[in-house]
């Protein structure tokens, strides 16, 4: 499986664009790129995912460079709800079918 | 649609003793799937199924067991507890295996 590197922790202004970036410069071409998210004590929750293009849906954006090495999931407008921990996984469905979480980025929004 | 429920919310076991952890969702999903979650750490894969009849093993599957006999319900199995099973369980379902929805979790403590 490829490997993701995201940083520990990062915090964000309430109202702010809050930017996550993700390494992955081991991907594969048939790799996808998907982020979830932890709110304290709860199940996980899918945001959103991508191959190649930017990506944008109700919850956030996902910018992903040219040669896919590394993406950002950003959020537009942060509130306190979006502190959480922020998952970002690469998955193929012709491999093992299989998430594999790493330890993310805690992301604390501050008012 | 109630989505993915877990029972119990909280379980204290004494060494040895075994128990099973319930599992179900009402989308109709093939595949579902066990993590465990220990302090500070990402979620990491129990054992999983790709539909009823079909269980298979992820990262951490030594000292439980999974069957699948319906499109519903994936219960897993502590055979003798022990300390180091001290966890948060979570069950996740979905149609593929990259976008999955969570359940609320098990609090599982060992003594």
């Known amino acids: 499986d490829a490997k993701t590197t995201q940083p520990p922790s990062m915090d964000c202004a309430e109202g702010r664009a809050a930017n996550l970036p993700c390494n992955h410069s081991t991907i594969s071409g048939n790799e996808y790129v998907y982020w979830y998210r932890q709110i304290h004590s709860q199940g996980p929750q899918y945001i959103i995912h991508?191959?190649?293009n930017n990506e944008t849906n109700e919850m956030a954006s996902l910018i992903i460079t040219e040669d896919r090495k590394s993406s950002t999931l950003i959020l537009p407008h942060a509130t306190l709800r979006d502190t959480a921990v922020y998952y970002c996984?690469?998955?193929?469905?012709?491999?093992?079918?299989?998430?594999?979480f790493g330890q993310g980025t805690r992301l604390t929004i501050n008012p | 649609n109630a989505g993915v429920t877990q029972t119990p919310k909280f379980q204290v076991l004494k060494t040895g003793q075994s128990m099973t952890l319930q599992c179900a969702q009402d989308?109709?999903?093939?595949?579902m799937s066990w993590y465990r979650q220990d302090p500070g750490m990402g979620l990491r894969l129990i054992h999983y199924s790709v539909g009823a009849g079909i269980t298979d093993q992820g990262e951490v599957p030594n000292g439980y067991n999974v069957s699948r006999s319906t499109t519903e319900d994936f219960p897993l199995r502590l055979l003798s507890a022990a300390p180091s099973q001290t966890s948060v369980y979570f069950c996740a379902s979905s149609y593929s295996m990259d976008t999955q929805y969570f359940g609320p979790g098990t609090r599982l403590t060992v003594l």
């Open positions: 989308m109709n999903h093939e595949y």
């Open positions: 991508g191959l190649k």
């Open positions: 996984i690469v998955y193929s469905i012709q491999g093992a079918q299989k998430l594999v």
